[in-house]
C-alpha cells in the first residue's frame, strides 16, 4: 500500500527583536509560523499549594520516566509542532544539562498512575546574565482527560514553592502564544508576566 510522503520543514527561532535575523529567514524564503514568549515571576510571595481531590503531588522519580514519556506524548498530542518523544530521547531531555528532577513533580491519580508532570531545569552560569536565580518549568502537561481540574495549576504551585526553599529568586516558563490548553492564561493567574519573545520560522523544502 502506498503512504503519503512525510513534509520536512527548516525551521529556526529568533528573538523579536532580531529584525536583522529574522530579515534574513525571509530572504531565503522562511515564515513566521509561531509566537512563543517567556515569562517570569519572583519568588517573593508564591501563592499556597493547591489541594485537588484525588490528586496528589509526589516527586519525580526516575523510576517512572518511561510512564511520565507516555504522558507528555498524549499530553502534546493537540500541541502546534509537537512530536512523540523516544525513550532515549527523553532519557537525554531529562537528565541532562541542567536537569533538576529535585524540582519536578509527577500528579498521580487514586491507582498512582501519573496524569501530569512537570520537569524543572536550572542554569547557574545564566544568574549573573539574567540579573537574579532563575529556575525553569521546562515542560509540563496534563493528560486531556484530566484538564480543568487545577492540576497544572496544582503543580506549579508546588514547583513555586520548591524553588524559593532551594533559595532561587525567579520562575520563568515559555510558552505558546497559541497554545490550545488556555496555559498563557493560567501562567499569568499565577502571577508570571511576559517577559521576552521569540518568532519560529519555517519553510516546506521536501514532500519525500
Known sequence: ASTS??????????WQTNSAAMRLYERAGLRPARYFADLRRNLVDVPKPLTIEGVRIVPWNV????EAREVKNLAFLDHWGSVPMSHEWWKSHTTGIGSRLDLSF?????????????FSR??????????????????IGTLAQWRGRGIATQLITAALHAYRDD???????????????????????LGFSRWRETVVHWREVSAG
Open 5 to 14: 510522503p512525510v513534509p520536512k520543514f527548516v525551521r529556526t527561532e529568533t
Open 63 to 66: 523510576a517512572r520516566n518511561d
Open 106 to 118: 509527577f500528579a498521580v491519580n487514586p491507582d498512582d498512575k501519573i496524569v501530569g508532570y512537570l
Open 122 to 139: 536550572r542554569f547557574p552560569n545564566d544568574d549573573s546574565l539574567l540579573g537574579g536565580k532563575y529556575a525553569w518549568v521546562d515542560n
Open 167 to 189: 533559595g532561587l529568586e525567579h520562575a520563568a516558563i515559555n510558552v505558546d502564544s497559541e497554545n490550545p490548553t488556555g496555559a498563557y492564561r493560567l501562567y499569568e493567574s
